[in-house]
């Protein structure tokens, strides 16, 4: 079980990128799918969920209507596009799903750390000019 994220950089601000979260040894689809962020010095903090129930989404405020998050049943991955990028946006950035099916709406708590089970390594964005 494992999870596996790519598609970090350097981007100026403005720009976009397309995280990618690639899920081996289980469906990624059957459970909740977050996506965090930690910046130096700062406490890892959810961006984006999506709940397995009903495949609804929930963003935090300093993302909402620039971030779209995204799962591929096929292709068993998920993906995070970023647009609009700001210099805030700089972090290290992980998926992670919820193996003990806690997150059932896609709310403020699946925004919560603590409720995910399953996590990646990360991939590092860097906004800056």
């Known amino acids: 079980v494992q999870l596996v994220e790519s598609g970090g950089g350097l981007v100026q601000p403005g720009g976009s990128l397309r995280l990618s979260c690639a899920a081996s040894?289980?469906?990624?689809?059957?459970?909740?799918l977050g996506w965090f962020r930690q910046a130096p010095g700062k406490a890892r903090e959810g961006v984006a969920c999506r709940a397995a129930s009903d495949e609804l989404t929930y963003y935090a405020d300093s993302v909402r209507g620039r971030f779209t998050i995204s799962v591929d049943r096929a292709e068993n991955m998920a993906y995070l596009q970023m647009n609009s990028l700001k210099p805030d946006d700089t972090a290290v950035y992980y998926c992670a799903s919820d193996w003990e099916l806690s997150v059932i709406d896609a709310n403020e708590k699946g925004l919560d750390p603590r409720e995910y089970e399953i996590w990646g390594r990360g991939t590092r964005v860097t906004v800056s000019s």
């Open positions: 040894g289980f469906n990624i689809d059957d459970y909740s």
